[in-house]
């Protein structure tokens, strides 16, 4: 499997009634590991200047989308200092630790800006993303 053949969602079918089950089986897909952290501030730097772009070009921009970046970058440099290396625990804990942000003033929510960071981090490191394209 290539990498532009990845996709971070796999689907299942499940049967809605007692019929068998698809002999296709829907092989999982590989975790995405990131190499371990050697720049903290950095990684820190280029993911909230990344995010705060990307939040204030996908609808408009907006003060609280600077606060957002700062704090999104936070949980994932964090979580990175903790060892979490896995790009899907990661994005986990950012909708975790992001649920208790006010985003009331926001277009956004956890969700959204979890998905985002995990998309930046695919696009620096040359990963398509595959799903919904």
């Known amino acids: 499997?290539?990498?532009?053949?990845?996709?971070?969602?796999?689907?299942?079918?499940?049967?809605l009634t007692n019929k068998k089950p698809m002999s296709s089986e829907v092989e999982p897909i590989s975790p995405i590991t990131l190499p371990p952290i050697t720049n903290p501030d950095l990684e820190a730097q280029w993911l909230k200047k990344a995010l705060h772009t990307w939040l204030d070009e996908e609808f408009i921009p907006e003060v609280v989308n600077e606060t957002i970046a700062v704090?999104?970058?936070?949980?994932?440099?964090?979580?990175?200092?903790?060892?979490?290396?896995d790009l899907g625990s990661l994005?986990?804990?950012?909708?975790?630790?992001?649920q208790a942000f006010d985003f009331s003033r926001s277009f956004y929510n956890e969700f959204a800006i979890a998905n985002a960071v995990s998309d930046l981090i695919l696009d620096s490191l040359g990963i398509d993303r595959c799903c919904g394209a």
């Open 91 to 98: 994005v986990i804990a950012i909708v975790t630790e992001m």
């Open 1 to 15: 499997m290539g990498k532009s053949d990845r996709c971070l969602v796999s689907i299942k079918e499940v049967p």
């Open 71 to 85: 704090r999104a970058s936070q949980i994932f440099v964090r979580q990175r200092l903790e060892g979490e290396n």
